[in-house]
């Protein structure tokens, strides 16, 4: 239990770190608003020194903004909902602050592509890190979680994209169209990147296979690929035939191997093969 709370924590912790990184080094000094607490604070810091004449700081708006979120839902729900959520919100916070002294060292300029590509890659791991362990950093995902206590109907993924949608909306009007529309980028990557953290990069492949020599195949499979072989009963349509349709989960590398076995034992096999994102059982994680 120890162990697991801890890499919750390091996960967190992480996560919230290289996310302040993507705001201070990326977002913030290019003006792109890309949602959340963080996009909201980038908007407001702006706005402040325009009108007040000087800049209210990130990691203070973040906290002030979330503070009351917290106590909500706190309230709604005990503490037990929200430690992991608050442990990242604290210590984005932190991060807010100490990241504002560290040098950027991929600094690209007025580059707002470059920029924007960074920002979303940056932002989309410490995403994935952060939900990777059922946590958020606060923001537009707490205010969905409070909003749906109250409305159990409401949609909350929905929610979440109402509320990033407005903050970005915000941001059309301080910085303009054109930064908006790299946001946007920004966001679509940080998406790709958040996926990709989250759920890895161990695709697999489902592979059918109808021939008149399933039982030879499925023995072959079995003992040269030490992979499982499900033999499901299938009739052709068109020739009213009973055959056997052998199922075959494999890794990526390991497709080529299982089709020169299937041409070697049956030249006219039917295979098809087809992308599975994702295979949890014996053989493959769990």
């Known amino acids: ?13 992480a996560g919230a770190t290289v996310l302040a990184l993507s705001v201070v080094w ?3 000094p290019a003006g792109l608003v890309t949602g959340g607490v963080t996009g909201l604070s980038i908007v407001i810091k702006t706005l402040s020194l325009q009108i007040l004449g000087f800049e209210i700081p990130l990691f203070l708006t973040n906290l002030v903004i979330n503070i009351p979120l917290f106590i909500i839902s706190y309230i709604q729900n005990g503490i037990k909902f929200i430690y992991k959520s608050l442990i990242g919100m604290l210590w984005l916070t932190i991060a807010l602050w100490f990241c504002e002294f560290l040098p950027n060292p991929l600094y690209v ?17 410490a995403i994935g890190l952060v939900l990777k362990v059922n946590a958020t950093t606060g923001g537009s995902d707490m205010l969905a979680s409070i909003i749906k ?11 979440i994209f109402v509320i990033d949608a407005v903050i970005i909306l915000l941001g059309l009007f301080v910085y303009g169209p054109v930064k908006t529309i790299y946001a946007a980028i920004a966001v679509f990557v940080a998406s790709i990147i958040a996926n990709t953290v989250i759920e890895g990069l161990h ?3 489902t ?3 109808i021939s008149a020599k399933s039982e030879e195949i499925a023995k072959s499979v079995m003992s040269e690929m030490d992979r499982g072989v499900t033999a499901i009963n299938a009739t052709g349509m068109y020739t009213g035939e009973d055959k056997k349709l052998l199922f075959v989960v494999v890794s990526a590398k390991e497709v080529h191997k299982l089709k020169t076995l299937v041409k070697e034992i ?21």
Do not use: W
């Not at 239990?1 to 912790?13: P, R, S, V």
């Not at 300029?109 to 791991?125: K, N, P, R, W």
């Not at 049956?266 to 769990?286: N, P």
């Open 207 to 209: 592979v059918f296979i």
């Open 109 to 125: 300029g007025e580059d707002l592509l470059l920029t924007a590509l960074l920002s979303g890659i940056f932002a989309g791991v």
């Open 26 to 28: 990326f977002a913030d």
């Open 266 to 286: 049956d030249k006219t096999a039917f295979v098809a093969i087809s992308e599975t994102k994702e295979v949890l059982g014996e053989g493959f994680e769990i």
């Open 1 to 13: 239990m120890k162990k697991h709370f801890l890499y919750e924590t390091l996960c967190i912790i």
């Open 203 to 205: 695709f697999s492949k």
């Open 149 to 159: 206590k109250k409305m159990p109907h409401a949609n909350i993924t929905g929610m």
